[in-house]
């Protein structure tokens, strides 16, 4: 998570969340389960999708995307645009949480679910862990159980059109039963670990795990 000095400097937004995170702000101290209530404690619903991210916008075209998977895998990859897309193609519709207090129903994706990721890759005994890093420099940590749910998948489309660079096309991680924090933009490798290793939030105060549901907002929630 080193910050590099080429960078643009963060966007005011994210000074904002690195202090509310501080403040535990948003914080309903309720708790309640997705069979009862569709949206999770403390949210509020949105028809629109904001943008949010560290104010860095990469630009990869396809041509030069590649997808690099590594770590504790039998059979690591490093896949280019058309490999990536002759793997299986899964479409899944999915609800958005975002931390700061928006949710977004029926997303339409489609993508490679993990789950058929991870019979490519096969993990070795000794997984645990998954790290998504990214193209801004961001990273995010997964249990390798998060990561395998059942509706995860790395995006290239949303609502049937190529995802938008703002949304971090050309290929996004979508992991809906966490925050949306969790969901990577702008995807570049996939590392696999037998130990955990928090990623930009979550050393920045966020909760490790971030479950909607449980209001897992800030660390010691
Ligand atoms: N690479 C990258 N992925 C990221 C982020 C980021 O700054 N960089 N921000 C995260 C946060 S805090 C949120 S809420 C969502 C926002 O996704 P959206 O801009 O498509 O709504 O992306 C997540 N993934
Ligand atoms: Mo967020």
């Not at 490798?189 to 479950?211: C, K, M, Q, T």
Request: overall charge negative; some cysteine.
């Amino acid at each position: 998570m080193t910050e590099n000095s080429d960078q643009p400097p963060l966007s005011k937004l994210t000074r904002s969340k690195e202090r509310w995170a501080r403040e535990g702000r948003f914080l309903t101290g309720k708790v309640s389960q997705p069979d009862e209530q569709r949206l999770p404690p403390g949210q509020h619903l949105t028809k629109d999708w904001p943008v949010l991210d560290l104010g860095r916008t990469p630009d990869i075209s396809r041509e030069r995307w590649r997808l690099d998977v590594y770590g504790a895998v039998a059979n690591p990859v490093f896949w280019d645009w058309v490999q990536f897309t002759a793997q299986p193609q899964t479409q899944f519709v999915s609800d958005i949480h975002c931390v700061t207090t928006w949710s977004r129903y029926d997303n339409i994706w489609e993508g490679l679910a993990t789950r058929d990721l991870l019979m490519a890759v096969r993990p070795r005994n000794d997984a645990r862990h998954v790290v998504l890093h990214s193209h801004d420099g961001y990273t995010t940590n997964l249990t390798l159980e998060d990561f395998a749910a059942e509706d995860t998948l790395l995006a290239h489309t949303w609502s049937g059109a190529p995802l938008e660079r703002d949304h971090g096309g050309p290929v996004r991680a979508v992991v809906p039963h966490l925050y949306f924090w969790k969901s990577a933009k702008w995807l570049q490798s996939i590392e696999f670990l037998a130990e955990d290793d928090p990623g930009y939030w979550e050393v920045r105060g966020y909760h490790n795990r971030g479950d909607p549901w449980q209001e897992q907002r800030y660390s010691g929630d």
